[in-house]
């Protein structure tokens, strides 16, 4: 693509027209300069359908960061926006509104407040803050929505996916499935949240990790078309890549010529040096060919050759896999744990997708505006109570018991400490009525969650190691109960808001419903 093109597209003006058109209102009325404050949070976990997610994990902060510091209206955009007209043929942006951009537009006097990546995170729990000028924050909004919603489903999707694999080897083959360039946000939020590698060769090398994969049916076919065999394929592979050498046994039958033949590709690297690495299956019951594949792999002398499955895998699919060989190995002399053991997974078309629930429903509310030098809590009013955000500035709070286990994320006014108040009340984040004190004794430590990401037009974090993301994901998932991290029907993590946060918000909600 022609790089004004991709700029034209990726740049600034990669938000919805209304975001524009709503920013020149303010600007008319003379609000476009006016601080304001909007709050990022997802209000439901990911639901599969027979199963559910208890949390989610963080993703897309830093590509988000970047897109912020390297956009803004210069000339290219300003003039996109002065040619365009409205259904009378007249121009839509006033020449003020444009020179306005010319000088403001651009994230330079934002602030972001925010959980950083990998983290587990909670509904209706503020992710990020967003603080600056009302306008550029109402452009903000749907590049936002686009570098956090879609990266947050695919972590969450691989940390369920690593959990029901038991800490096997896993890596993201997606790409082929994803849609266009999401393939490469995808592969990144599978990374942190819980795949070791990737099929995704560019992402893998910008992250500094090698790329994985095995080879393609298409290799066996090849051979066969031209008048060879499947084992000619397997060696031919197994030349080019002999320390690296998985092959792929199932393109005419797994059992009687795939195995075998790659027991004997086998023998012929170990004879030269080399070990042999894996195989994969990517057709039929996965669960009993894994069973006598390791069968015939252990009679040949190869007890650590990996096994990858791949083919229409996801954590439910992973976790029935493993409990059919858990009673399979046995009737064929083979302990499930050797078997288990082995496993690897190359997960794609589930995990690229978010298979199942393929978009978070995370919304970008404003919840404060600055007049008169001091910041106005502001309110949308739903009819639906689970939809009236948590109005004005705040911060959040993750409530740890004595034993280190988190027990809520806690919503509060930005100028108090959860753990003045003894006992503490604790207020549902969306259901009115529904309260509970914890004694201080409950409470062994409290954390605060949001940090300054983004100030001054750049990122605070500088650049984060995919490394930091995933420790973060790991110490936070150990930290969380086993119920609310299962893969079927977990437990409910607690949401809540601070007693003073609470009447902050039932006296808004007064207010505006009265109509003052």
């Not at 010529?257 to 019951?285: C, K, M, T, Y």
């Not at 919304?363 to 948590?390: F, H, N």
Request: hydrophobic fraction near 40%.
């Amino acid at each position: 693509m022609d790089p004004t093109r991709r700029h034209r597209i990726e740049g600034i003006l990669a938000t919805d027209f209304y975001q524009l058109t709503a920013a020149q209102a303010y600007w008319k009325q003379g609000l476009a300069g006016r601080r304001a404050q909007f709050d990022y949070f997802f209000r439901s976990y990911p639901d599969y359908g027979g199963h559910a997610a208890g949390y989610c994990i963080g993703a897309g902060l830093q590509w988000l960061l970047e897109w912020m510091h390297e956009s803004s209206f210069d000339d290219e955009a300003l003039s996109t926006l002065r040619e365009h007209r409205n259904a009378r043929g007249d121009r839509m942006f006033d020449d003020g509104f444009l020179e306005w951009l010319r000088e403001h537009g651009d994230f330079s006097t934002t602030e972001l407040l925010a959980v950083p990546e990998g983290r587990v995170v909670h509904a209706n729990v503020p992710l990020v803050l967003a603080r600056g000028p009302l306008a550029m924050l109402q452009v903000l909004e749907t590049p936002l929505l686009m570098h956090l919603n879609y990266p947050t489903l695919v972590a969450t999707k691989a940390a369920r996916i690593r959990l029901a694999g038991a800490g096997g080897l896993f890596m993201e083959f997606g790409a082929r499935r994803a849609h266009d360039r999401a393939a490469h946000a995808g592969a990144r939020a599978a990374l942190i949240g819980g795949a070791d590698f990737s099929s995704n060769t560019g992402i893998s090398f910008d992250l500094g990790l090698p790329p994985k994969g095995t080879h393609a049916h298409a290799l066996v076919q090849a051979h066969l078309a031209d008048g060879k065999t499947e084992l000619d394929a397997f060696r031919a592979f197994a030349a080019s890549q002999p320390d690296d050498c998985v092959l792929l046994v199932d393109t005419i039958d797994t059992l009687d010529s795939g195995v075998p033949n790659a027991i004997r590709v086998f023998e012929e690297l170990r004879r030269d040096g080399h070990e042999p690495v894996g195989v994969r299956l990517d057709s039929g019951d996965l669960a009993h060919l894994a069973v006598r594949a390791a069968k015939m792999l252990d009679d040949a002398g190869f007890e650590k050759v990996a096994i990858v499955l791949s083919n229409q895998l996801d954590e439910a699919v992973i976790q029935q896999i493993r409990e059919q060989i858990t009673e399979e190995a046995p009737e064929h002399g083979m302990d499930a744990d050797s078997v288990l053991g082995r496993l690897a997974y190359g997960v794609g078309t589930a995990l690229i997708t978010s298979q199942g629930h393929p978009a978070l429903d995370g919304v970008y509310k404003l919840t404060a505006l600055e007049r008169d030098g001091a910041w106005q809590p502001v309110l949308k009013i739903s009819e639906s109570p689970e939809k009236i955000p948590t109005p004005g500035p705040k911060t959040v709070w993750r409530l740890y018991d004595p034993d280190g286990h988190a027990i809520v994320d806690l919503v509060a006014t930005d100028d108090e400490d959860p753990l003045e108040h003894d006992p503490l009340r604790l207020h549902h984040a969306t259901k009115e009525g529904v309260h509970r004190d914890l004694a201080a004794s409950e409470v062994g430590q409290a954390e605060r969650l949001l940090e300054r990401v983004f100030a001054d037009g750049a990122s605070t974090l500088g650049d984060e190691s995919i490394e930091t993301m995933r420790q973060r994901r790991h110490d936070d998932l150990e930290r969380l109960h086993a119920g609310v991290r299962r893969i079927l029907h977990p437990h409910r993590y607690h949401v809540s808001l601070s007693h003073r946060m609470w009447e902050l918000k039932t006296r808004l909600v007064e207010k505006i419903s009265s109509g003052a």
